[in-house]
T-cell receptor, first 110, second 113 residues
């Protein structure tokens, strides 16, 4: 079945640093999504990408839909303590179902 | 406030005792789904529903049932829970059609002893 490889699994960074995480797959996806999950809550959509090569920003977050349609990355610039959480990528294939990555746990030291 | 609600938020039960986790959304969304989240495995879809009276299996449907009698509600039923169903469960909903993405509920942490 379709699988997503999300890396890194976890990151420990200093406040103010930039962060980068990515997802890759052997399958082609038509949509890439990035979610953030805070402790005790459900995932919240950060950025949605619908076109190969698309680069989209949401405040300090930037995500790109890879040109091969098999990968995507998320960058967070100038991290702050409230960026702490688990970040998930998700891809939607031709069948319409969402496949989630295993998540990147971000810790930010003030 | 637009939201997806789940009840209960926490539940500890014993093997074999039937239980239902309710999910309700107030956004008039056609699509609803259930996921389970386990450490190291991410989110996996259990069942989904494209509209009232239409349900389909996701990636991990074994041991679960759902129903969609009304648009706003999508309960998850465990007829005979087992310890391997101990997990964090999320309900989600979205409007039908492309470029509409899912809103997730706050989660239900289930422990089956």
């Amino acid at each position: 079945g379709q699988q997503l490889n999300q890396s890194p699994q976890s990151m420990f960074i200093q406040e103010g640093e930039d962060v980068s995480m990515n997802c890759t797959s052997s399958s082609i996806f038509n949509t890439w999504l990035w979610y953030k999950q805070d402790p005790g809550e459900g995932p919240v959509l950060l950025i949605a990408l619908y076109k190969a090569g698309e680069l989209t920003s949401n405040g300090r977050l930037t995500a790109q839909f890879g040109i091969t349609r098999k990968d995507s990355f998320l960058n967070i610039s100038a991290s702050i303590p409230s960026d702490v959480g688990i970040y998930f990528c998700a891809g939607r294939g031709s069948q319409g179902n969402l496949i989630f990555g295993k998540g990147t746990k971000l810790s930010v030291k003030p | 406030e637009a939201q997806v609600t789940q009840n209960p938020r926490y539940l500890i039960t014993v093997t074999g005792k039937k239980l239902t986790v309710t999910c309700s959304q107030n956004m008039n969304h056609e699509y609803m789904s259930w996921y389970r989240q386990d450490p190291g495995l991410g989110l996996r879809q259990i069942y989904y529903s494209m509209n009232v009276e239409v349900t389909d299996k996701g990636d991990v449907p074994e041991g679960y049932k759902v129903s969609r009698k009304e648009k706003r509600n999508f309960p998850l039923i465990l007829e005979s829970p087992s310890p391997n169903q101990t997990s964090l469960y999320f309900c989600a909903s979205k409007r039908a059609g492309g470029h509409n993405e899912q809103f997730f509920g706050p989660g239900t942490r289930l422990t089956v002893l």
